[in-house]
């Protein structure tokens, strides 16, 4: 367990990471694998490694790839999908704090980020309740029409 820790954050952290989360439908045996637990990953489904920088690097598409290429061999037998959060909308940032933390570089930082995530999720959250409200009173009042024909 402890070798495979150590090489993810010596990874992060060459990389100038803050952050990096476990998230989505391979999070559990994500979590079992850095445990050094024997794991066996869905087929067709990546574990997703949700990361956050102090701010985006300028050369974000190239650094993409250098972080992938060592993720993922760290990372076998999984397949990866790195998300570089800052660059994802608020709902997909909102799933990876909810997902597990495996590396944090700074407590304030990661606090403040996380609150900054949930507040931005819950403002989204109640601007679609208010457009979904006001779509089914539309379509009650007759605007759309529901069905085919």
Known sequence: M?????KLNEILQRFNIKI?????????KGIE?????SVNPEKGSDLDIGIVFDRVPDNAFLLYGEIYVELSDLF???????????ETDSLL?????KGEVIYCEDQEFLDR???????KAGDLSYKMKEYEKD??????????EIGHK
């Open 2 to 6: 402890a070798a495979i820790v150590e």
């Open 20 to 28: 990096a989360y476990l998230f989505g439908s391979q999070k559990q």
């Open 33 to 37: 694998f850095l445990k050094g637990n």
């Open 76 to 86: 076998i037998p999984f397949n990866i999908d790195i998300v570089f959060l800052q």
């Open 93 to 97: 940032q909102y799933e990876a704090v």
């Open 113 to 119: 980020y996380e609150e900054m995530v949930m507040k």
């Open 135 to 144: 779509f089914i009173e539309a379509v009650k009042d007759g605007y759309f």
